[in-house]
């Protein structure tokens, strides 16, 4: 298989069942919301807040899903900080496992 890119990594994910991963609709809405903002190392670093407005969900649902997504190994958070900031998360998108389990149907 040739390496995707993020556009096709995206389609993909879009694509994928939420039952195969073992995941409701609304921890893959967090978890394409998550995808769509990583950089080249699979990384972002967006609000929970902004996590709340783009996907119409609470805060509340949005801690719950990235516990999950967390737990099921689909994102890695790092929390860190910066000096005279207040931490922010860093999240890790692991696109490989989700997609191998994806595609695994």
Known sequence: MHHLNQYETHRMLTRTKPHLLGITGHEKLVLL?????????GECFPSQELLAED???SKRSIVRAIKTLVDKE???VKRVSRKGMYPVNHYHVNVSKVLALGLAE
């Open 33 to 41: 919301c998550l995808h769509d903002r990583v950089d080249a190392k």
């Open 55 to 57: 996907t119409g969900l």
């Open 74 to 76: 689909y994102v890695s």
